[in-house]
């Protein structure tokens, strides 16, 4: 008689915001975001690859050969101590990348614990807690971050210290922002019918907060988390080029503009590359957010 | 109006300690500044002196009181890398630049936006319409003081119609490529944000019927359609401020201008901390006024609104 038993199958929460299944494929369909896409997947194999494939290394200085121009055997140029402008490029991508995404993941943690106990408790914690983010926004951002990093900034330090530094500053100023949209997700989530099943069925506070309000939450979270790295990425550009940033000779974008400026008359290449490699990569993020808003989420699609 | 004036004014005060308490801390947690000031080349007959001259050889909680006090004065402290300078004076050497920078960047945004907007909402989806959509998504990705050298790469060293940087009172020359490439920041957003407005107003009752009674074309678009766009616009400057402060940073760092940021930017060089701190006091303060002063202007700009 088992199998006579009535097959529910999959059962799909009653009024809960499920992505249309084929996502991917209106993201695809939008020229702009395969672009996008076509773009990072550049600079990521860019980054990775620095080791092997950057034609030199990213201190290495080649005498007699300082300012030459893009050619055949400085494809990008040198800078004013002879180094070659695309390996360090190559290098500097590692830099903007892993703390763009990082400081995103510190931003994005932060913001659902915050967001998701202010929405679904309210009362007290809500107050709470959403006092103390509107008094982190009431900061300038990035200057908030300026602060933390010229507090940490020690001579010498290593690169990965200098990095794990900018991930923290920049994750502690971008994380108001996630915690309000998620806040303001778990709002309208928590009154809905399968949040009061969930309950009815003796689920616990953290079941229902992390199965069942925070995975409806999730296509927000994508959308914001991919617009998020892009600003983490100027801002990061924004901290080294003040000399904040990783630790020289060690290259970054924002540092390699630094180096530039005094040198613009005679090598504008030292300006363009390891700007246009910013503005690509900050605009890519931003396009791949905004096709992405438009495959997960048919609300806000235009 | 006057019960929300005060209640907005409270609200400001956990901000501006929490931005007090914030400074101090940093200051504490960056180690011994007596020590990396003085070097190796002391006596401690002479640290001690210069700790108390600093007013560093007294307990923590009663620093933090003076601190406060101090702060609640109107006294930022002294300089370490410069000896002993007041923060105060650096600050006020650069006020003038900073402020005349930061004016001309909302204003070279809000007049370019507002006329790409328009131009763009006359026609949707025409040339300007497309190009400033494209513009608004580039510039949004890009960084101010990255704009700035390009700038700089362009009209003063290639074309030489332009100072390359630095700063003379009273020329303004000095003043145009930094205000154009820290305006870029918003002029993007206001002129998204005015267009979209513009369109919704021109669908509007009121403008149908002004169009009936006869109004111009250009009428119904400055005089009635255009007013609806003034509050939000003034909404992104607030909200845009922050951005507009930390882009002044950057931008008097390219461009040379001897003004709060550039003070700023060169403390973070030095490592001389109660400048940095200073600095992002001042800025905070500002920041916090400025978005007063945008929140109360509401009901000036819109009658409609009325705080209770």
Redesign the interface.
Known sequence: MADERLDTGTVRPVGALQPRPEWWRILLRNPRSIAALGVLVVMFMLALTADTASPYGYKEQHRGNEHAAPGAQFRLGTDDLGRDVLSRVMYGARVSLVVGLCATLVALTVGVIVGLLSGYFGGWPDHVLMRFTDTVAAFPSLLLAVAITAVYDRPNQETWEKMVILVIALGVVGWTSMARVIRAQVLSLREQDFVAAAQALGSGHRRIMFRHILLNCISPIVVLATLSVGGNILGEAGLSFLGLGVQAPFPSWGGMLTDALSHMRKAWWMVVFPGGCIVMTVLSFNLLGDGLRDALDPRTAK | MWTYVFRRLLQTV??LV??AL??FV??E??GDPIRAMLGQHTTPEIEAKVRAYYGLDKPRSERFLNYLGNLACGDLGLSIEKHGMPVNEIIAGGMHVTFLLTMGAILFAVLMGVSLGIASARRPNGIVDYGSSAVA??G????A??LG??L??LFA?QLGWLPVGGYERGQLKYLILPCLSLGMISTASIARLTRNCIMEALNQDYVRSGRAKGLGEWQALLGHALPNALVPIITIIGAD???L??GA??TE??FALPGIGLQ??NA??A?D?PV??GC?VV??LV??TV?LLVDLSYAFLDPRIRYG
Request: aromatic share 14%.
């Open positions: 956990p901000v929490g931005v914030i400074a940093f200051s947690l960056s998504a580039v949004v990705s890009f960084p003081f990255l050298m390009l700089m790469l060293v401020f922050g951005s402060l930390t940073v950057l760092t390219v700023m930017a973070i060089f490592r901390l940095v701190m992002c800025m905070a920041f916090v978005n």
